[in-house]
Nanobody, 120 residues
Framework: QVQLVESGGGLVQPGGSLRLSCAAS????????MGWFRQAPGKERELVAT???????NYVDSVKGRFTISRDNAKNTVDLQMNSPKHDDTDVYYC??????????????WGPGTQVTVSS
């Protein structure tokens, strides 16, 4: 099994910053893709940012220029730096990794989520 745990969530002011971190553990052969999603009650889950194994990073338009995704392959972590967060960024944020557990078998794994609240 593979487990993901998010940390760093909490309350942040609109002019502040917040850094989310996700740590993967378990039967990891290699991690291919890493990403962050978010979801509000009654809303569709939204892809926020992805970082693939080739170094390509993608962001949803609403966070471009404000959020930065990074990964540390040696530590099996992926972070999301949130600068100048807005009220609309208030959501539960979920970490997602595509993980090979051996040379042939892989799966998509999710963390339990961490709450981010943007309020003055």
């Amino acid at each position: 099994q593979v487990q993901l745990v998010e940390s760093g969530g909490g309350l942040v002011q609109p002019g502040g910053s917040l850094r989310l971190s996700c740590a993967a553990s378990g039967s990891i052969f290699r991690i291919v893709d890493m990403g962050w999603f978010r979801q509000a009650p009654g809303k569709e889950r939204e892809l926020v940012a992805t970082y693939n194994s080739g170094g390509a990073r993608n962001y949803v338009d609403s966070v471009k220029g404000r959020f930065t995704i990074s990964r540390d392959n040696a530590k099996n972590t992926v972070d999301l730096q949130m600068n100048s967060p807005k009220h609309d960024d208030t959501d539960v944020y979920y970490c997602n990794n595509r993980v090979y557990t051996d040379h042939q078998n892989w799966g998509d794994y999710w963390g339990p989520g961490t709450q981010v609240t943007v309020s003055s």
